[in-house]
């Protein structure tokens, strides 16, 4: 017996409208993003717990001689320069660049009095300003592509300045990184921690979307019969439904319970990859002892 698979009569036609634009595509890190992503609350509150205690207070500043005594007026002059310059600020600023580019590049700016060079600035040039490939060498950080080895193996720095990204080489400049970092533009401290702010971007995005749906569960309208006016009207409908829509039901419409409920997916995933970064910028990590460190442990704490 040969079964013959028909299909629906004339008028019996059975239509799908379907919105899918919540597929998950892991953002690459870029420059760019990095820029926005260390805005964001759950890695710039981690950071910022550990800059004011790396940086507590402003340094004291001395200067010794050859027998290890303090040289008073040379600790004097040193001591103006450090204030006039600003290198508190600017020792936060290379810190901060270093966590989340991997280095920090400095322009320092020098003036000659009375037969000498003296430190006048420190100019702090951004991070993200060194975003451009200048077209040959080997990029040494793909956060700071501007920052290359030439083919004579010297280190040459691009910044991109202005709206018209012009690419100017920077000859007086100084790379602050990680001394234990690999290569001469550093590695940033936050790294591995990019995809997981670009993970909480799309958890918080379906988040938003479950909110906004609270009262409007997920529907699924089955079309009875064919025809473009009826086949535009439920796309509009799949588009446009919300907790604050209504809608007049156009004969040849029905809508199947299919049986699929809103879940708390969005949200403990949400709280488990907030958990990862807490977990990688918490020094407590490496104090275990069963148990965290706790405030009350005086022991621990010395260590830290």
Not at 13 to 19: I, K, P, Q, V
Not at 223 to 235: F, P
Not at 292 to 299: L, T, V
Request: with cysteine; proline share 7%.
């Amino acid at each position: 017996m040969v079964v013959k698979k028909t299909g629906p009569a004339e008028g019996e036609e059975t239509g799908l409208a379907l919105s899918a634009s919540g597929s998950y595509t892991p953002a690459a890190v870029t420059p760019e993003r990095v820029y926005k992503w260390l805005r964001n609350i759950h890695l710039a509150t981690q950071i910022e717990n550990l800059q004011v205690q790396i940086f507590p207070g402003r340094p004291d500043v001395w200067v010794e001689d050859a027998a290890g005594e303090h040289d008073e007026t040379l600790t004097t002059w040193i001591k103006e320069t450090f204030e006039k310059c600003r290198a508190y600020p600017a020792m936060q600023i290379a810190w901060y660049e270093s966590v989340g580019f991997g280095a920090s590049v400095k322009s320092p700016g020098y003036v000659r009095k009375g037969g000498k060079l003296e430190l006048q600035e420190i100019r702090s040039l951004p991070a993200h300003t060194f975003s451009m490939y200048p077209g040959h060498g080997d990029i040494q950080n793909e956060l700071m592509p501007g920052i290359i080895i030439n083919d004579k193996g010297e280190t040459e720095i691009w910044q991109t300045q202005g709206t018209g990204l012009k690419q100017v080489q920077i000859k007086n400049a100084v790379i602050i990184t990680d001394p234990t970092a690999p290569k001469p533009a550093g590695e940033a401290y936050a790294l591995p921690v990019y995809p997981v702010i670009a993970a909480i971007d799309f958890a918080n995005k379906a988040s938003d979307q479950q909110v906004n749906r609270v009262g409007a569960p997920s529907i699924f309208p089955m079309l009875e019969s064919g025809g473009q006016v009826l086949e535009t009207w439920a796309k509009s409908f799949v588009k446009n439904w919300g907790k604050n829509t209504s809608y007049v039901i156009p004969p040849g419409v029905s809508f199947p319970d299919v049986k699929i409920r809103e879940t708390k997916t969005a949200a403990e995933r949400l709280e488990m990859l907030i958990k990862w970064i807490e977990s990688y910028f918490n020094p407590t990590t490496v104090l275990q002892k069963g148990n965290s460190m706790g405030a009350s442990d005086r022991g621990a704490a010395q260590i830290w």
